[in-house]
């Protein structure tokens, strides 16, 4: 299996511009995570889907952040507008039970 | 105060020495706990989960976890430099949550 992908790798853009970060978890995984990390607050959960689902959303910091999973193989991150403290680096993960999350290579954001 | 609490180090060890690293959580509720490598630039990778009190051991690495005092610790034993890394500890909240510590940054020197 080729793992978690997401794109795309880096994103530069400006503040107020809208910015979507997409997914592809790991064929047959049920559940699927967005992380986000920084160096100052970690590693920390935004939004995760269990088959397709949103089920908890309260990790994600403002309106301006919204998560879709229309099918179980993509998943998107959008944030519209953006502004410079968001940027960070984005983590999608993926597992088939709670105990092993598999994380995905990151999208270094980088807001201006 | 976070859920789950590390220091963030540089935790420096030499080559072939134990490496100790320790988390503490708040949440009495938490059952399961999980251990994150992450290199400089790289995604997490899980190395260890541990739901049990006591050790449990895999390889060069064992996990320890005391509920009473809500301690998780791991034991790198004969570290090498290629464990140089940060290590995340993450308590399961809620049956599908992880919640993660800020990390410990482990050198291991030559």
């Known amino acids: 299996d080729a793992g978690v992908i997401q794109s795309p790798r880096h994103e530069v853009t400006e503040m107020g511009q809208e910015v979507t970060l997409r997914c592809k978890p790991i064929?047959?995984?049920?559940?699927l995570f967005w992380y986000r990390q920084t160096m100052m607050r970690g590693l920390e959960l935004l939004i995760y889907f269990n088959n397709n689902v949103p089920i908890d959303d309260s990790g994600m910091p403002e309106d301006r952040f919204s998560a879709k999973m229309p099918n179980a193989s993509f998943s998107t991150l959008k944030i519209q507008p953006s502004e410079p403290r968001d940027s960070a680096v984005y983590f999608c993960a993926s597992s088939h039970d709670r105990y092993e999350q598999y994380f995905g290579p990151g999208t270094r954001l980088t807001v201006t | 105060q976070k859920e789950v609490e590390q220091n963030s180090g540089p935790l420096s060890v030499p080559e072939g020495a134990i490496a100790s690293l320790n988390c503490t959580y708040s949440d009495r509720g938490s059952q399961s706990f999980f251990w994150y490598r992450q290199y400089s630039g790289k995604s997490p990778e899980l190395i260890m989960f541990?739901?049990?009190?006591g050790d449990k051991e895999d390889g060069r690495f064992t996990a320890q976890l005391n509920k009473a005092s809500q301690y998780v610790s791991l034991l790198i034993r004969d570290s090498q430099p290629s464990d140089s890394a940060t290590y995340l500890c993450?308590?399961?909240?809620?049956?599908?949550?992880?919640?993660f510590g800020t990390g410990t940054r482990l050198q291991v020197f030559p």
């Open positions: 541990i739901y049990s009190n």
């Open positions: 993450a308590g399961e909240r809620d049956t599908d949550k992880l919640i």
């Open positions: 064929s047959g995984h049920d559940y």
